[in-house]
């Protein structure tokens, strides 16, 4: 089983659109949890921390459901500049920082 | 802002070759990485390295790699003998924490072995 997985998309949306990400983890001992943001041919960016509690910053809404070892991104009013693709990051190694990465959904904002 | 940079940023070498991949990492920064990404897979984790040893490594991160720290500002990974599976992406990061602080990313070197 995979670590992290992820829908691969592509996810097709017109400027406005809501549209959300699922991604699941395998190793329950997770601690902690990242969406990135990769852009074609280029570094991964942080794009926010996912606690347990929820967490929003600006137009993204970050979910984290433990019990069920699930984690999602809402982005809302979608933007051209939104589109990339999205990682889902864990670090699954209690003792350690590696981060583990899913293979990444492919966004797509179109005018 | 402060950035990581790698070098070169395109490397072609052929199979059985040695290649150094070098990263300057943000200078104030504690902890070390080097991640790979095939064209069109997941992005991997090789290392971790903190206080002058290696913390972490997977198992992609057999023999033939090694990574150093040779003075307070490069970081370097090298694989001695390259195959053709080796040809990817590769992301040095840094970070000034362990867990919860974030990595930042370099923009790669493209490693093509033939």
């Known amino acids: 089983r995979k670590e992290v997985e992820q829908d691969p998309g592509p996810f097709n949306v017109p400027e406005g659109a809501t549209v959300a990400f699922n991604c699941t983890y395998s190793n329950s001992a997770s601690q902690s949890f990242f969406w990135y943001r990769q852009d074609c041919r280029k570094e991964p960016k942080l794009l926010m921390s996912?606690?347990?509690s929820g967490n929003e910053d600006g137009r993204f809404t970050a979910q984290l459901n433990r019990a069920s070892q699930y984690i999602s991104l809402l982005i809302r009013d979608s933007k051209l500049s939104d589109s990339a693709t999205y990682l889902c990051v864990v670090i699954s190694n209690q003792a350690g920082t590696a981060l583990i990465f899913g293979k990444g959904t492919t966004l797509s904002v179109s005018s | 802002e402060p950035e990581v940079t790698q070098t070169p940023s395109h490397q072609v070498t052929q199979m059985g070759q040695e290649v150094i991949l070098r990263c300057v990492p943000i200078s104030n920064h504690l902890y070390f990485y080097w991640y790979r990404q095939i064209l069109g897979q997941k992005v991997e984790f090789l290392v971790s390295?903190?206080?002058?040893?290696?913390?972490?490594k997977s198992e992609i991160f057999d023999d033939q790699f090694s990574v150093e720290r040779p003075d307070g500002s490069n970081f370097t990974l090298k694989i001695r003998s390259t195959k053709l599976e080796d040809s990817a992406m590769y992301f040095c990061?840094?970070?000034?924490?362990?867990?919860?602080?974030?990595?930042?990313f370099g923009p790669g070197t493209r490693l093509t072995v033939t």
């Open positions: 990061a840094s970070s000034d924490g362990g867990v919860g602080y974030e990595q930042y």
């Open positions: 390295f903190y206080n002058n040893e290696i913390s972490e």
């Open positions: 996912v606690y347990s």
